[in-house]
């Protein structure tokens, strides 16, 4: 096998590492704008601009979204950029959206609320870590990639403020309650920590005849958003709470497949009675 030698070889090294850093630089990029949006979320949460929060919050949830698919498609993957990753979804997902629920609903129960605020980012933490541990495993079953265990961060984070979004839509009244944000977070804080499987969307293959339907629904989506962007992420928030019962259906149903195709032992047979079968075969076969 020929291997470039002397100063050609080593331009070629070099050359293939800038490419890398390029490649690892943009995903990394993405990560630290979401962590930037993750600290914007406090800051409007701070100067009572929660509608600015919730869109701080959006925009960290875009931003994580993006860095892990640019990652994977330039091939720019890195252990940095993983441990940045999960450096800036505890920010942003795990502490930002319980400081700004405290900040807007929590305070009136004192000590008590920031005890939730507490419990609500340990999870948070808690949940990121088993998943960095998760990806270590050599031989998942083949159903794994397909789902999530637990709640993800940046969607239990979106659950997290889902209350003060439809105070957003329909004004004061039930959810805004302490007592009603107070349950959300701890709901939401074990539904992180919890076994259930969800959704997750890492493997979903788009086949090309459906390329047109799936931009037709996008623009669609981004239309809604734009018109009406607190009933859509209303709507989001309860089509993901619906999708949970459906994942654990289906994870059992894989589960019980794949515990039935189990492989039956193939029969050893003597040397002389394989060397029959074999030459049978090859003799009843064409030609």
């Not at 993983?82 to 000590?111: H, I, K, N, T």
């Not at 507490?118 to 998942?140: E, I, K, S, W």
């Not at 920590?193 to 090309?208: D, E, L, M, N």
């Not at 005849?209 to 209303?234: K, M, N, R, Y």
Request: charged share 10%; aromatic share 10%.
């Amino acid at each position: 096998m020929f291997r470039p030698m002397g100063p050609r070889g080593t331009l070629f090294r070099r050359m293939r590492l800038r490419r890398q850093g390029r490649n690892s630089l943009i995903p990394n990029a993405l990560t630290v704008l979401a962590l930037c949006s993750g600290l914007m979320t406090i800051r409007f949460g701070l100067l009572a601009r929660w509608d600015l929060a919730v869109v701080a919050l959006v925009l960290a949830a875009v931003f994580d979204t993006l860095d892990g698919r640019i990652a994977r498609l330039l091939g720019g993957t890195s252990k940095f950029g993983a441990e940045l990753d999960s450096l800036s979804d505890f920010v942003s997902f795990g502490v930002a959206p319980a400081v700004v629920v405290y900040l807007w609903s929590l305070q009136q129960f004192g000590g008590i609320g920031w005890a939730i605020v507490l419990l609500f980012a340990v999870c948070c933490a808690l949940r990121l870590a088993r998943f960095n541990t998760m990806l270590g495993d050599p031989n998942p079953p083949p159903w794994a990639g397909h789902y999530f265990t637990g709640v993800p961060a940046p969607a239990g984070a979106g659950l997290a403020i889902l209350p003060m979004i439809i105070t957003l839509e329909f004004g004061n009244g039930l959810f805004d309650r302490p007592l009603i944000n107070a349950i959300a977070l701890i709901v939401v804080a074990l539904l992180m920590v919890s076994r259930i499987p969800t959704f997750s969307a890492k493997r979903i293959h788009i086949p090309p005849s459906l390329w047109l339907p799936t931009l037709l629904f996008v623009c669609l989506f981004a239309a809604a958003l734009a018109s009406a962007p607190w009933a859509t992420l209303i709507s989001c928030g309860v089509v993901y709470l619906g999708s949970i019962p459906v994942a654990i259906w289906t994870q059992s149903r894989a589960r019980r497949r794949t515990g039935l195709e189990v492989p039956l032992p193939t029969p050893s047979l003597p040397p002389h009675a394989a060397g029959v079968a074999v030459n049978s075969k090859t003799e009843s076969g064409p030609g």
